[in-house]
């Protein structure tokens, strides 16, 4: 029986920054990407308060930029943050959703380069269209090596007046590419909202085993209001 490892699709979008260079470090690994986005790594803060919870700050060490939300009152990242590079025009955002003080989930990671979206390597998701009686979503998850098969399922609920008048979801089956659409058709009235979250599971070969499989998740939450 093959043996199935479990893993997180994070870390190889991450590694595709590995070779990510500049004059004064080399990304070589999910350890350095992560380092990174961490803010004890930065000698030079700029802190502007938004709000009583919410600080702006822009970190900058060698070449390297970060800036975003902090939520001071939970003492953690929220929103997006983005990490720069000085010597060339490529881009990480990651944006943090914050569930509980020690539960903070990266719902989006973009790579860019020239202030497009490598969407190969992404997870993230656009709104395409959005009026009274529809809106469509379209979600986007990254390529890894050797995959044999896809599938996701977004699960969405619409409120209105604070009460839930629809839940149901939507399921792709045997999915080539990472890109899904959802067509969530409903008549929605000023001050509705539909929220949910999209999940997708890829099986593929490993690329140090030929024997085995990986299994990877992706998730995306997301919220839309009328």
Known sequence: MKKIIIFLLLSLMLLSCSKKQDRARVIKNVGDVENMFQLKNYKTQVKKKINDSITHIRAEQDYFILTGDFNTKMNTKTGIWSLKNKTDTKE?????????????????????????IDSSTSKFYIVKDKSLKSVQLKFFSPKIQEELS????????????????????????????????????????KGDDVSGYF???VMAKSPNNKDSLIMGNNSIYFIERF
Do not use: P, W
């Open 150 to 189: 896809k599938e996701a399922k977004v699960m969405y609920t619409i409120h209105r007046n604070r009460k839930v008048v629809k839940t149901d979801s939507i399921v792709y089956k045997n999915v080539r590419e990472g890109k899904y659409l959802a067509d969530i058709k409903y008549n929605f009235k």
């Open 92 to 116: 990480i955002q990651v944006d943090y959703i914050i569930f509980d003080r020690d539960d903070v989930f990266k719902n989006q990671i973009i790579f860019k380069e020239h202030n497009k």
């Open 199 to 201: 999940s997708e599971i």
